[in-house]
């Protein structure tokens, strides 16, 4: 036999009081005696009544939840800084009482149609992969919505970003001072911050007076592109670079392993820098590597997302983080001499 759950009749009968009565008690509403009141709240606390959600969702046209669409959860995230945003906006929405309801990236399902079926009052994106055009469609259905990494957004969204032309910049300008003149880039165009760090790493090596050979800068055709071939093109230069700076540390991570079985020595042969500063890049001597503050933008984006469902402007909604190097042991001073090394069968 199915148990029977209280119900706000159940609370009523039990105070002494009306249905009406004990509704607006519960919901602290109306004109009621504190001795009502406390009759009613004491009548729920026997009872063990919780009011339904679904109920006083529809009554007050919102669902108290946030939606939250992000990269694929890995069980370490050793290589992302995925654990560090999902801490953040579950401890922002926490502060504002609000419930996270987690979407996965699941093919042949249309983000829109998902997240405006009414289970969320609002959105927080990490838009990877994303189209402009779907972030269209959530702005105009009026889904108030954060969007995180991408700078390229619908006028009404709110954004947290994090200044990558700053960090790039930094780790050119530390490599110029340990000698390095012909450095590297390495990663895929499939986000804006990918295609912002590989913008900031022309501006720099420009305004740096680093060579700008473009056989330098390599863009894989896609995420999990083998590293082979783009190191033989690298080592084909007249002068092969001494240094390589990646898009995020996950690929910094598989270069260091490439490069030893390749019987390359880092930082003596190549310097190698990431970005994010994930967990894995402080393991063991460590990754050097520019650090954005995850755990801040996922809190900052609860709290963004928390203004617009209360009717603030987007534009006040919005904002860049600072970045900081952090230096490791995989970078040190240009080799001496031509750097060459042969490609091991």
Known sequence: MALRLPTIRDVAAQAGVSVGTASKALNNRGRIST?????????AEELRFAPNALIRSLQEGRTGTVGLFTWPVRE?????????LLTGVSHGLAEVQTDMLLYARCEGRE???????GRVDGAILVPHELSLSTLESLAAAGLPTVALYQSDIPDPMGSVC???????????EYLKALGHRRVAFYAPLTSMDFQERRLAYEEARHDLGLSTDPGLCVIPENYHAP??????KLQALTEPPTALLTGNDGFAI??????????????????????????????????TTVRQPGLQVGELAAMFVNRLIQGAPAAQCRQILPVELIVRATTGPVPKGLFVVAHRP
């Open 254 to 287: 598989a270069w260091l392993e490439f490069l030893e079985k390749q019987g390359v020595h880092v930082p003596q042969d190549l310097s190698v820098i990431g970005f994010d500063d994930a967990p894995v890049a402080s393991r063991g001597a460590g990754l």
């Open 76 to 84: 370490t995230a050793l290589h992302s800084v995925d654990l560090a």
């Open 35 to 43: 001795e009502t009141r406390a009759a009613v709240v004491r009548a």
């Open 227 to 232: 590293l082979e071939p783009y190191w033989q």
């Open 162 to 172: 994090v200044d990558n032309r700053g960090g790039v910049h930094a780790a050119l």
């Open 111 to 117: 983000l829109a149609t998902v997240l405006l079926d």
